[in-house]
Structure formats: structure tokens, C-alpha cells
């Protein structure tokens, strides 16, 4: 098979935010992760492990060019230290642990230093997807029956059926393949489209290839990581550890944050005024996005803060329908975005692969996602789980007003 990831671009752009703070604040964090497939009726065949560790030794042997340092450093929130690093930086293949110990055929983790670790979720997704679809099925026919609903989708975001305001592309970890990433992209950016307008795609290779924006800023891992990966911290405070080295990294630049690493509830305590003032707005990736969209916009109001001022991106689970009913709930009450990813960039005639790639461990400790949802996180440890949950519920009952770590 050729070679599936050919860029070290060929990642989500919040993979480069995260990655630039990780570097200047936490370089010598450890971290392990893990792969897990979500499909009970999902199997890995030897021929396709195989093959996987063939694309992820190819992957790699990568190193960035030039050209595409020069690239991020064009991008207003990157600094030169950091692209002076990613010179320099390789991914290692003695970080990966491939094997076939799992029921769906197929187990990976990694270990090492944030800074690798970090940077290998996504291309080890895409890697994954592509290999199965081109070998458990005909790939040809997939891509006909892509090419068939991509076409329609779009023809009627033309014609006006569907309402998204602003949009993203956020495939790359889902999609089937990275032509049809690119064919979609391509098709989104040439578009005209009345009541939509495509502001560009999470994936860093296909922005510059494209000329387009590269959309992204945080991910669960930062949260899990810098809140849960020093033991001198209460757990339940995750989300302000990470507002604030977020803060000291960006200042007012590169802010849409996420809610839902421990539950958006929690997250509330932390995300008062100065937060709340000087991030742009915050991220939805799990549960009831119309509820979640009262309790964001009830939160601005209650600091005094127009709701209108500020972004509510959306990017769990999204379809054009989806994000139509969303935008139409909220029209003229906040600005709204969305994230659209599977939908896009893996739609064909037989069901994608639900398959992540989770933080487990940072620094010897385990760390865990609490979301909106059961069923999101990965964790290896249930009683890591159960006495995160534990401190999450004592502070929501007994923390009353701004504690001493609000700013």
C-alpha cells in the first residue's frame, strides 16, 4: 500500500497549539496512550496490523521542511522557539507497541514524552482507518458511493436547505482515506453556498495545500494532562490549571475552550470572568447541544458578559441537519461554529470506524475524561474513575462562590 501520511502537517491544527505550550510549560511530561475500537463488529486482521506498523514506521521517517516550518511560523499564535524545535524533532517508532491482544484484533499504545505522544493520535487514526477500508473492503466502490454523497450533501448546502453560518472540516482522524479528505476540502473551498460559509479544515497539510485556515485549539488531553498529571493537584480543579497555562501561552490569542473534559458543570466553577472575558468563546463534545448552549449563554449573561460576543463551536457527532437545528436554536443569541468531521470526510455506504486514541496515563498517574456522556473517556483504572468522580461531586456540593484559585 503506499504511503498514507506523506507530511508531518498531516495532523489536526490543535495538535501544534497544544504541542507549543507542551514545549514551553510541560516538557518533561510523560505520557501513555491507547487505542481502542468503539465498533463491537470491527476485526483487524494480521494482514492489516501488518500493514499499520509498515504505514507508522514510514510516518515515522518524516521530518518537517522548510517549507512547512515557515508555514507555521506564519501562523500568528506560533512562536519561532517552537518551530526551532520541530526542526529538530522526530517521531520515534520505539515509542509504539503494536500488537493483536484485543477482541477486535488490533492494540496499540504509546509511551514516551508529551511532546512525541502527543503528536501521534492523529496520524496513527488516519493510518488505522485507511488501512481497514482498503483492505476489508473494495475500496474502489467506497470511494464511488463517498464521491455520490458528498455530491449530494453539497448540492443542497447550495440550493440553501441547510443553514450552518460557519464551518469546519475535522476528518482527518475518521476519514477514509486522505484523497477523500482532500477530494471534500477542495469541494467545501470552492463552494458557494447562501447561508454557510467554510472557513477551513482541522487539517494542517490540507490549509496550506489549500490556502484555507487552520482550525483548532484544545484538546481533552490538555485538560487530563496538565490537571491530572501532577499529584499535587486536586483533580477537580483540572479545567483552571489548564485556563491558566492556556493564558500564560496565548494570552488573548488562539481561545475557544473546551468544556467537557470533567464534566461542564465543573468547568463552570473555573470559567469566571477572567476567563470567561478572555477566551473567545468554547467548544461542545458531548451531550445535549441545544442544553448546553442555554447553560453557556445563561453563564455569559450571569458575568455580565453579551453572549453575543462570544463563539459556541460545536463538533460532537455533527451532521449538516444536526448543526442546522443547532444554529437555528441559538440564531441571534450567540455566534455559533461548527466542527463537522465523520460526515464529511468518511460517508460512504457502509459504516466508519468509531476508534480513538486516549491519554491514559501522564507521569505514572492515571488520568481520566468525566464528559457529559457516559461512554467517551478511556481509562484503565476504575478506581482512578471512581475517585475522580468523587472529587468532582464534593466540590460541585460543598464549594460555595470564587475559591482562592479564580483570577
Known amino acids: 500500500m503506499k504511503q498514507i501520511i506523506n507530511s508531518l502537517l498531516e495532523t489536526d491544527a490543535y495538535k501544534f497549539s497544544m504541542g507549543q505550550a507542551i514545549y ?125 454523497r458528498m455530491n449530494a450533501k453539497l448540492a443542497r448546502l447550495e440550493n440553501g436547505e441547510y443553514e450552518l453560518g460557519q464551518f469546519s472540516e475535522f476528518g482527518i482522524r475518521r476519514r477514509l482515506s486522505a484523497e477523500a479528505q482532500e477530494m471534500v476540502v477542495e469541494a467545501l473551498k470552492d463552494g458557494t453556498f447562501p447561508h454557510s460559509h467554510f472557513v477551513g479544515t482541522s487539517n494542517v497539510y490540507l490549509a496550506k495545500k489549500f490556502g484555507i485556515t487552520p482550525v483548532g485549539t484544545m484538546a481533552h488531553e490538555w485538560i487530563m494532562c496538565v490537571g491530572q498529571g501532577n499529584h499535587k493537584h486536586n483533580p477537580a480543579f483540572s479545567n483552571w490549571y489548564a485556563l491558566d497555562a492556556w493564558v500564560k501561552e496565548y494570552g488573548v490569542l488562539n481561545g475557544i475552550a473546551l468544556t467537557d473534559a470533567i464534566t461542564t458543570d465543573c468547568f463552570l466553577k473555573d470559567f469566571q470572568l477572567t476567563y470567561a472575558t478572555l477566551f473567545s468563546g468554547v467548544r461542545h463534545d458531548s451531550g445535549d447541544p441545544l442544553a448546553w448552549g442555554d447553560k453557556m449563554i445563561a453563564h455569559y449573561k450571569s458575568l455580565g458578559i453579551d453572549p453575543l460576543m462570544k463563539t459556541l463551536l460545536f463538533s460532537d457527532s455533527l451532521d449538516f441537519e444536526r448543526a442546522t437545528k443547532i444554529k437555528r436554536y441559538l440564531e441571534g443569541r450567540c455566534k455559533t461554529a461548527f466542527g463537522i468531521g465523520t460526515y464529511l470526510a468518511n460517508d460512504t455506504d457502509v459504516p466508519p470506524l468509531n476508534i480513538v486514541m486516549k491519554t491514559t496515563a501522564c507521569n505514572g498517574m492515571d488520568v481520566a475524561k468525566i464528559s457529559d456522556v457516559e461512554g467517551k473517556g478511556v481509562c484503565r483504572n476504575p478506581e482512578y474513575v471512581h475517585y475522580l468522580n468523587r472529587c468532582i461531586r464534593w466540590r460541585m456540593e460543598h464549594e460555595t462562590g470564587n475559591n482562592s484559585l479564580h483570577v
Request: aromatic share 16%.
Open 24 to 148: 514551553h510549560q510541560f516538557s518533561d511530561y510523560k505520557t501513555t496512550w491507547a487505542f481502542k475500537c468503539r465498533n463491537e463488529d470491527v476485526h483487524f486482521t494480521p494482514e492489516m496490523v501488518e500493514e499499520i506498523k509498515h504505514q507508522i514506521r514510514l510516518y515515522c521517517g518524516l521530518r518537517f521542511h522548510e517549507d512547512e516550518l515557515t508555514y507555521l511560523h506564519n501562523i500568528r499564535w506560533i512562536k519561532g522557539s517552537y518551530c526551532d524545535f520541530l526542526r529538530l524533532w522526530e517521531p520515534r517508532y520505539e515509542d509504539f507497541t503494536i500488537g493483536t491482544d484485543d477482541p477486535c484484533g488490533l492494540t496499540i499504545e504509546t509511551r514516551g514524552t508529551w511532546l512525541n505522544t502527543s503528536m501521534y493520535e492523529i496520524p496513527t487514526l488516519a493510518i488505522v482507518n485507511e488501512v481497514y477500508f482498503r483492505m476489508a473492503y473494495h475500496y474502489d466502490e467506497l470511494l464511488e458511493s463517498f464521491k455520490r
